[in-house]
């Protein structure tokens, strides 16, 4: 497959044509952002562990019977993807009460959730991506209330998984944010699972092992997204 021109460049990853119109090629960035970009910085090599990572996740997904845009690892930055028709909307899956939903609610970071929540979220940089339910989604043409449905059900399929494969690993899953397109009226599951992306604690000793280092200047930020993705690997190539 031949990369062509750059169709979009957004704060963690570049999107490239490709000669397959069925398909994207995908470079992840080292740049790291926080609260909808105000904060800037470099994460060394994230771009290398985000890319092994989200493939890795996405393989595995995929080995469960959920359909994610995930094709090829090409090397260490880059991967090819399904061409999808990205939907403006995060989900976001919660098991344990933090960032957020800690300051929303009232809870301390560290609650465990009766039962699984999922947020919505319109993903709109310069309004901060404010949270909206299935009725703005389809109001507003983002998504119809079947497409959420959908988009839900998959995400609690993905957070079965995961929540297996983490506690392997010794990791517990706080919370993520997944986001989903179409492609040929199918939904997929898109973007990255990652550190960036989820928030994981070390089960035992609670320490942060997730983007909330860099976001709170906790230290340790490239060391945390290694120790997680070879944790995770071990677990992956041991299930
Ligand atoms: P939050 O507690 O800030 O709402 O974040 C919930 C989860 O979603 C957390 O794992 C981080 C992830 N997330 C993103 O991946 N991108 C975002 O823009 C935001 C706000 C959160
Ligand atoms: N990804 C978002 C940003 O850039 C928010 C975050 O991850 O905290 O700014």
Known sequence: MQKSAMLYEGKAKKIYDTDDQNCFWVEYKDDATAFNGVKKGTIVDKGIINNKMSAMMFKYLEGKGIET????????????VRRLDMMPLEVVVRNIVA???????????????????LELYYKDDSLGDPMVNETHAQAMGWASIEEVETMKKIALRVNEEMAKLTAKAGI??????LEFGKANGKIFLGDEIS??????????????????????????VEEAYVEVYSRLKEAVENA
């Open 69 to 80: 845009h995930f094709v090829e690892l090409l090397n260490d930055r880059e991967q090819i």
């Open 172 to 177: 517990t899953l706080v919370d993520y944010k």
């Open 195 to 220: 550190p960036d992306t989820c928030r994981f604690w070390d089960t035992e000793t609670k320490e942060k092992l997730d983007k909330d280092r860099f976001r709170r200047d906790l230290g340790k």
């Open 99 to 117: 960032g957020s939903l800690s300051k929303r609610v009232g809870k301390d970071e560290g609650y465990v959730l009766a039962s699984t929540v």
